[in-house]
């Protein structure tokens, strides 16, 4: 969609928890930005004078948000704080002529992190080591290590683009996935969703990175998993529902997984009769692995880029993918 306006009014949403602690930095950061920028802040219906306009909205996927939309007049473009945008397609906002973006890559650092802090937790044994150190019990090992390990990553958006820089810093290879494939500088081999068992023979850590659509959901099942090489460790920290629970607990109990690191799960919270919780060679962690101090900065960066992109090339650089569903 190729459109060109000035953005004059912006309307900011959050949870009214999360507003008053975001409220102070939004209003430095985009106002430093766009000087004649008018910004209001809401977290309820309530806080919004009904059939006011706004240019822009900025908000997360919050529940509310139809009902928090349906008070304003109007508004041409929608950025979304998050991502993962799969929550917005029951809420009837592809409307014609709307603009939706997202922050894409805005958790690529956090996450990157997360997955070499778990490939290094299976590889180092520290679970083994945290559970002999509440006993006293001094008993040591031969450990593993990266240095010429192959990781396959699913997905190599924004994420799994960091996760490969990370894994060629400790000297391992890298494979991956890619919707339309092409050669991408430090890997190995790309190839489309529907080859990644091709993938899996040779990999020893498989990090899931894929958003939520109706092409992913409960991508990573019995056969898939079939296909790993014995020993190897899964990693996911894509969307719930991506990953089947009922296979990851098959495969590690008859199957070629020697260990799962889980940040995303079918139902969250985890139930807590989940068996996932009590297993040794399983580290959950409750959807954590986005998460940084710098998160607020990086999506309103992004914001300001797409801006930017409006302003002088009339599109933007990271859409909401209407066809694609993310």
Known sequence: ?????????????????ILEQQRQQVSDRLNAALPDLQIMF?????????????????????????????????????????????????????????????????????????????????????????EQGREA?????????????????????????????????????????????????????????ERTRELLADADYLVVCLPLTANTRGFVDDELLT??????????????GVVSADAVLRALDEGPLRGAALDVFEMQPLPAESPLWRRSDVLVTPHVSGTTPYYLDRALRIFLKNTESLRNEGYLLTPVDLASGY
């Open 227 to 240: 296909a790993l090489k014995p020993g190897a460790v899964l990693i996911d920290m894509s969307r719930g």
């Open 42 to 130: 809401a977290s309820s219906p309530d806080d919004i004078p009904p059939g006011t306009y706004f240019d822009v909205v900025i908000t997360p996927t919050l529940p509310r948000l139809p009902q928090l939309l349906n008070r304003l007049a109007g508004y041409r473009w929608i950025h979304f704080l998050s991502a993962g945008v799969e929550k917005i397609w029951g809420m009837g906002l592809d409307k014609p002529g709307l603009l939706l973006s997202k922050s894409s890559g805005v958790n690529s650092v956090p996450m990157s992190e997360y997955a070499i802090g778990a490939m290094l937790h299976f590889a180092k044994q520290f679970g083994r080591f945290q």
């Open 1 to 17: 969609m190729t459109v060109t306006f000035e953005i004059r009014t912006l309307l900011f949403l959050q949870k009214p928890e």
């Open 137 to 193: 019990r001094w008993e040591r090992i031969w450990l593993d290590e990266l240095t010429g390990r192959r990781v396959a990553v699913l997905g190599l958006g924004h994420v799994g683009q960091a996760v490969a820089a990370r894994a060629r810093a400790f000297d391992m290879s890298v494979v991956g996935t890619l919707r339309h494939p092409r050669p991408m500088q430090g890997i190995t081999r790309v190839v489309a969703p």
